[in-house]
């Protein structure tokens, strides 16, 4: 009778795998820049460039480690408009078919950040466009929306490369938030679900503050990742600040995405 009840259980998902268990990548800022835990590199790395050679920590990025003023400790300070090349290697340590990505921000996009585009994080090695997972803030409108772009290969998905904003196959692929809860009082948490990317049927789900924003399905294209070269990109021209940085090895369930916005963690 007791096998019975159990296995009942494990069929409604009750004793599913803990979540927390399933981390690849977690960087808190706690105590340095490097990352707690990590299936592959652990340092965080700067550049002038995304295309110049980049070497560990922030010297001269103008990016700061902050060692108090996170959520529970140290935090990613981006003070000015971030222009330079600041990321963790992804090879090892990102799920790049099927995963979660998680993070925190802390800004008010309409106050803090510059004039142009904002992405707080890619997930690339070459372009926002061609091979990439990335969240952004628009650059116009007002309030700034908020929007999730999940891309495969450029020539796959964008064969005349048409310019962006006005190709409806750009457009029609993002999960666009109107009005984004973020602000400089409160950390707002940021969760990207997807799976089966590359596949022919690719799915990318957003989440703030454990509440889903929309799903993309039907990603078709190929996702020519450079597996060696692609990077976690964070705070492209970005100002405010990034905490909690983690991945897990399979697209979490909306249950546990609230859970790890909820700060169980």
Known sequence: MRFLLLFSLCLTGLCAANWKKEVLFRATFDGGTAAQIGVGDKNLYSAPTYKDKAVPGLEGSGVEWATTGGRKGGALKFPVKNTKAVFFKAHGNVGLQAGTLSFWLKLDPDQDLAPGFCDPLQLTDKAYNNSAIWVDFTKDDKPRHFRLGVFGALKAWNPTNAESDKNPDFNNRLVVV???????????????????????????????????????????????????????????????????????????TEKEVKELAGGKW
């Open 178 to 252: 109107n009005k984004p809860p973020f602000t400089r009082d409160a950390w707002t948490h940021v969760a990207i679900v997807y799976s089966g990317l590359g596949e022919g049927a690719g799915t990318a789900t957003l989440y703030v503050n454990g509440q889903s924003q929309g799903t993309k399905t039907g990603i078709k294209e190929i996702f020519d990742w450079d597996k060696v070269n692609t990077t976690i990109r964070l705070g492209v021209n970005y100002v405010g600040l990034m905490d909690d940085i983690a991945t897990f090895r399979r697209p979490l």
